[in-house]
């Protein structure tokens, strides 16, 4: 394959390729960004973006082809050598010391000996030229999260980068700071500065970026320009089919409460987590109540108090008027309850042990115990069943929990939990880190779970999936609850600023 | 920074050629100890590897050592699946053997057919009373099991020495820092004539039974082992992380101090200050040698016991320090210890900094 170079590309990659034993997760990859465009890579989880934006950032070796950088050939043989060349990349999750303040969290990436005063200056001075307001005496675990990507993104600017790769940088934002966030982009845009943005987001994606290029199954599939585009049309590219739209029928049943919290407050076993403050809320059958907020607020601390995982006062949380505040998770579960946690891997399985044994966790109530002892045919026959009907992709029930894709792991605990018909299902980031596709699927079944009478509360940092399976929401900001409202009445605009919580401008 | 770094899937296979690998390396290192020593280290592997095993008493020893080993082993193995590293089992052996030759010395004068199974009784319990220690000072105070466990040891061996100093002293003993031998209804029945193996092999005969099916099938072994492996998805089942410390150490506390009770009323007949050969630091190296594994233990427990009469037969023919034995125990878990540690994480060069 050759190609010929453009010579006024910022950056050119010609046919680079990765595998992993017999993964291709890279296949022949091509890519020109120009100066001062915003250029997005669109692609599932797992599609291959972030293996090639460590091969641009050096943090990952191709095994094949080209990457040229102002048209000229070079190897990048680590991030060292990328931020030398003036290339700057924003990681989804943060590397930052909370004990230390922002200037000293941003020395520290620094090369070379360093004045902090002068840097801080320095600091000061770049963030409010990109509208990007930092303090850099202040300690990093007292920023919100959105301050933070702040910290990480002044980091970059702070090398004077040429490109600047960006990886899901709104999932943590509220709407207004994605806008923020968007107006410095464009700044940096005008300034020559090439942005490679990494996201699923589609309507993001057209809104901001210039042109993109949609990776499948680590092939390019597609080149667009994404104003010239609808959100259906990205999709069929990125997944090779339409996207389904969640069906919500209304719940023909008669409601009555499950889940009642009454002026549920408990403080964080996290020295740097949130306390709850007061929050009351109730779930009735047959509805989904939706959480919106930013993480951090309380909803690690919501969460364990609900599920049982942080025991609370008894009569705080009743499941169908008993109190069971005081229970821990198994007692709980014991009683209907069924939860699906953030963490897929070391919390809702056991990352080294099979499927199998992962379904015994807690579907063990299931008839796999009998006087102590487990039948082990019965937890493979269950994890089965579920692989089955929830179409995990796997190398059967004896696949380590740790070799799934999040995902398809995702689909697994889901399934376990809604296996066990359980009367109340608590949900938290029910499609973080999972592709476009399984996500609809594991919406539609929580909807369809809660047209069965099933009382469902969901936490979500993802706005437009709350509004698109909720029945009501509310938003925890600060440890505080919202009143719920019916979806109908919210509003995007009005639910960010109530994540945003009070101190915000 | 890392120079190891984990790696994502590590081998099973490999995970089973560790134990081989490290009795390898043990050997070859012992070799060159030996050269250095001025012996001829064929010689010496022939004195300390086969010479113990060419008569039937040799053999018959071997059980006699491995029976212990294998018993703390079984139950060291089930607290360090769940990650709870008890290491005093030597103290909870003592303990336990306190406790049965306080039933010996009491009974003597009225023994009968019931005193021998109150001695395993009390020793079991006494055991699994100084395994509850360390639980409790955990769970209530979240004191680190792994310095609790090995300063009661000493604990427990200071009360042995006490007692056999003064309140339990054989008056006719001369002095010795011992007390009185026990009657017949107090020992074990040897199985053979002459031979000082006895019934208390059962003990680790049925342990290795009882834990191979615990292991393979419980649900208990299961929520332990989710224990150990990861804490919080044991949380998020609502499993109790305080009821694993407490039937882990309970657990280990039971069998080493059964293991005393086959010790003072086996071989040594009496309490003194040498009723345990360091069998309770011994066995930690027999559990992880035999992978954990309740089957695993049984062949790593004969090869520590040889270890002990190679020991003992060199200090014999080769006129070498009794410290021989220790000093193989601990080349063994070196090279076991650093085999795993390249099966779990691979090595990586310093090219790029972080």
Redesign the interface.
């Known amino acids: 394959m050759t190609l010929a170079s453009t010579p006024d590309a910022r950056l050119q990659l010609i046919g680079i390729t990765k595998r992993y034993h017999a993964l291709v997760a890279n296949d022949q990859i091509s890519l020109t960004v120009a100066p001062g465009e915003i250029h997005a890579v669109l692609g599932e989880n797992g599609a291959g973006k972030s293996t090639l934006m460590k091969i641009i950032y050096?943090a990952v070796r191709a095994d094949a082809g080209q990457m040229l950088w102002n048209g000229r050939q070079v190897e990048v043989?680590?991030?060292?050598a990328a931020r030398r060349l003036g290339i700057g990349m924003v990681f989804q999750h943060f590397s930052l010391f909370e004990t230390l303040s922002v200037v000293e969290n941003i020395a520290l990436a620094l090369e070379g000996p360093f004045n902090l005063a002068a840097l801080a200056e320095r600091v000061r001075s770049v963030s409010t030229q990109y509208g990007l307001p930092l303090d850099p005496g202040r300690l990093v675990h007292s920023l919100s999260v959105g301050e933070r990507q702040r910290v990480e993104i002044v980091r970059c600017l702070l090398q004077n980068p040429q490109l600047l790769i960006l990886d899901e940088p709104t999932s943590v934002l509220t709407p207004q700071a994605v806008q923020k966030l968007f107006e410095t982009l464009r700044q940096l845009a005008r300034e020559g500065v090439s942005i490679l943005y990494i996201s699923h987001k589609l309507h993001e994606i057209q809104s901001l970026c210039d042109r993109a290029t949609v990776i499948r199954s680590g092939r390019v599939t597609g080149h667009a320009i994404p104003s010239q585009e609808t959100p259906a049309s990205l999709a069929r590219m990125m997944i090779g089919r339409e996207l389904p739209h969640t069906e919500m029928a209304p719940f023909t049943g008669t409601p009555h409460t499950v889940l009642q919290v009454d002026a549920l407050s408990a403080a964080s076993p996290d020295p740097f987590g949130t306390a709850l403050d007061a929050v009351s809320l109730q779930v009735q059958s047959g509805e989904i109540l939706g959480i919106a907020g930013i993480s951090g607020n309380g909803q690690n601390e919501l969460m364990a108090a609900l599920?049982?995982?942080a025991p609370v006062a008894s009569a705080a949380v009743k499941l169908e008027g008993r109190a069971i505040g005081h229970l821990?998770?198994?007692?709980?579960?014991d009683l209907g309850l069924g939860?699906v946690?953030e963490?897929r891997l070391?919390?809702?399985?056991?990352?080294?042990?099979s499927l199998s044994?992962n379904a015994?966790?807690?579907a063990?109530r299931q008839g796999m115990?009998n006087y102590?002892?487990?039948s082990?045919t019965r937890a493979a026959e269950f994890a089965r069943q579920v692989i089955a009907r929830f179409g995990v992709k796997c190398g059967g029930e004896q696949a380590?929990a740790?070799?799934l894709s999040g995902g398809n792991l995702q689909k697994f605990i889901v399934g376990r939990e809604i296996a066990q018909n359980p009367r109340l299902l608590l949900v938290s980031q029910p499609t973080w880190g999972v592709d476009v596709g399984a996500a609809a699927q594991l919406r539609q079944t929580l909807v369809d779970l809660s047209r069965q009478g099933v009382a469902i509360l969901v936490v979500s940092e993802e706005l437009e999936e709350l509004f698109e399976i909720c029945d009501r929401i509310a938003v925890l900001a600060g440890g505080r609850l919202s009143p719920p409202q019916p979806r109908a009445a919210c509003n995007a605009e009005a639910i960010g600023l109530l994540m945003a919580g009070p101190q915000a401008a | 920074m890392h120079l190891l770094e984990p790696r994502?899937?590590p081998s099973r296979t490999l995970q089973w050629a560790a134990p081989p690998l490290a009795i390898l390396l043990m050997l070859l290192a012992g070799s060159v100890l030996f050269l250095l020593l001025g012996r001829d280290p064929l010689e010496a592997f022939r004195v300390f590897f086969i010479q113990p095993l060419e008569s039937g008493y040799g053999w018959s020893e071997l059980l006699l050592k491995a029976g212990p080993l294998i018993l703390i082993a079984e139950g060291l193995a089930i607290g360090f699946r769940a990650r709870i590293y008890n290491i005093g089992a030597e103290g909870q052996l003592i303990f336990g053997a306190v406790c049965a030759g306080g039933v010996a010395i009491y009974a003597q004068g009225h023994e009968g057919s019931w005193t021998l199974p109150l001695m395993v009784l009390a020793g079991g319990l006494g055991g699994m009373f100084w395994g509850a220690i360390p639980a409790l000072l955990k769970t209530r105070f979240n004191a680190e099991e792994t310095l609790t466990t090995l300063m009661l040891t000493y604990v427990a061996n200071f009360l042995l020495s006490w007692l056999v100093h003064i309140p339990w002293r054989d008056p006719q003993g001369m002095n010795f820092p011992q007390s009185v031998m026990f009657s017949d209804a107090e020992l074990f029945t040897p199985l053979f004539e002459g031979s000082r193996v006895n019934t208390s092999i059962f003990m680790a005969v049925v342990a290795v039974l009882v834990f191979w099916l615990l292991v393979k099938?419980?649900?208990?072994a299961?929520r332990l082992e989710?224990g150990g492996?990861?804490p919080?998805?044991a949380?998020?089942?609502?499993?109790?992380a305080q009821a694993t410390v407490w039937v882990s150490l309970c657990v280990s506390g039971l069998t080493a101090g059964l293991a005393g009770v086959g010790e003072v009323a086996g071989p040594i007949g009496q309490l003194n200050l040498n009723l345990s050969p360091g069998y309770g630091y011994a066995a930690i190296i027999v559990a992880y040698l035999g992978r954990l594994h309740p089957l695993g233990i049984v062949l790593s427990g004969l090869l520590m016991a040889l270890l002990y009469l190679g020991g003992e037969a060199a200090q014999m023919s080769l006129q070498l320090p009794a410290a021989i034995t220790g000093l193989f125990q601990g080349m063994l878990l070196f090279f076991l210890l650093g085999a795993d540690a390249f099966i779990e994480n691979r090595f990586r060069f310093l090219?790029?900094?972080a």
């Not at chain 1, 821990?328 to 579960?333: E, F, L, M, P, T």
């Open positions: 050096g043989a680590s991030p060292e599920s049982g995982e821990d998770a198994g007692a709980r579960r939860f946690p963490e070391g919390r809702g399985a056991v990352p080294a042990m044994r015994l966790l807690t063990h115990v102590g002892l487990v082990y380590l740790r070799s | 994502a899937e099938r419980s649900f208990l299961f989710v492996q990861a919080t998805a949380r998020y089942a609502g499993f109790s090219r790029r900094a």
